[in-house]
């Protein structure tokens, strides 16, 4: 297989298109993603923690039957995935109340929710990717009910089978985010990165932050962090 040209880029993440029809290569850098798409510095290292990282957790959930569009590794720093049209929402799925919603909701930071709170999002960085809901969806015509309420389900399935998998390495699932797509036979697949740039991962004693969060404020914690996380999720539990 051979990259082509850069399809997209965002900070963090360059989607490469390649020579092999259905397929693309995305390539992480060291750049750690800052709010409403900026760059939040740089951290040695942090590409192919990331690559590694989302490796595992997708490649598990494939094992778990769940459909993603992990195919392969590419190099230390780039994986193969199935070319699929990203859905226009976002999902995050909330098992402790963090950031925003503890805030709107007035609980206190990192109080563990009787039950998984699972919110949509436009999938748009140019209006600061508002919330949706099922009302939305005749408005925009982008998407249907019906996929709406199957995302719904694969996020809270999702959800479950992360947060069980992190556990038991020494992580709290806090929140996730995840992005969904049609493959060629219009099939819902997970796409997108299970990292701590889309996760909010905590330390299963101390509560210590091991995600952007708390990568944006230290550069030498940048590093260690996303060395932590890497290390529990592809070595041996903790």
Known sequence: MRKDAVAFEETGVRVWTTDESGYFIREYTDQIPGPEGRSGGVAMGRGAACAAISLECLA??????????????????????????????????????????????????????????????????????????????????????????????????????????????????????????????????LGGDITPDTCRMWDRESHEKLDSNSFRRDLRGDELAYRTVMRRICGDPA
């Open 60 to 189: 598990m959930l494939e094992r778990m039957g769940v459909s993603t569009h992990i195919q392969d590794r590419f190099s230390d720093t780039e994986l193969v995935v199935q070319k699929i049209t990203i859905l226009p929402m976002k999902v995050r799925c909330r098992n402790v109340a963090a950031g925003a919603l503890s805030a709107r909701l007035d609980v206190p930071e990192a109080q563990s929710l009787p039950v998984p709170i699972i919110e949509f999002f436009l999938n748009n960085e140019a209006l600061n990717n508002p919330r949706y809901n099922y009302e939305h969806v005749s408005v925009s015509g982008n998407v249907s009910e019906g996929e709406v309420k199957v995302v719904q389900a694969r996020g809270n399935e999702i959800n479950a089978l992360l947060k069980d998998f992190l556990i038991q390495r020494g992580i709290v699932l806090a929140d996730c985010a995840l992005e969904f797509g049609r493959d060629r036979n219009s099939e819902i697949r």
